[in-house]
């Protein structure tokens, strides 16, 4: 039995009163990863980037970007 015929076995065996609550769930899932797939070549290009940064150790902690911001604000 394949995942899909699986799924539609627990559906028909589910309470009518989760069946909108499982609805619901899947638009849910269904919306989230349609909007993962409109991320911009561009975008992933910085996502690319900003990864190799970060495991090269290119990067500043939050504590060291708010002192650098106050040094700033004090000038």
């Known amino acids: 039995m394949g995942i899909k015929e ?6 028909e065996q589910t309470p009518e009163d989760l ?5 619901d769930f899947l638009l849910f899932i269904k919306q989230r990863y349609n909007s993962e797939d ?4 561009q975008e992933k290009i910085n996502i690319a980037i900003s990864l190799k940064d970060y495991q090269a150790g ?3 902690t939050l504590e060291e970007y708010e002192e650098k911001i106050r040094k700033l604000m004090r000038k």
């Open 38 to 41: 409109k991320i911009t070549e």
């Open 58 to 60: 290119d990067y500043i």
């Open 6 to 11: 699986q799924l539609i076995q627990e559906i």
């Open 19 to 23: 069946i909108s609550e499982l609805l």
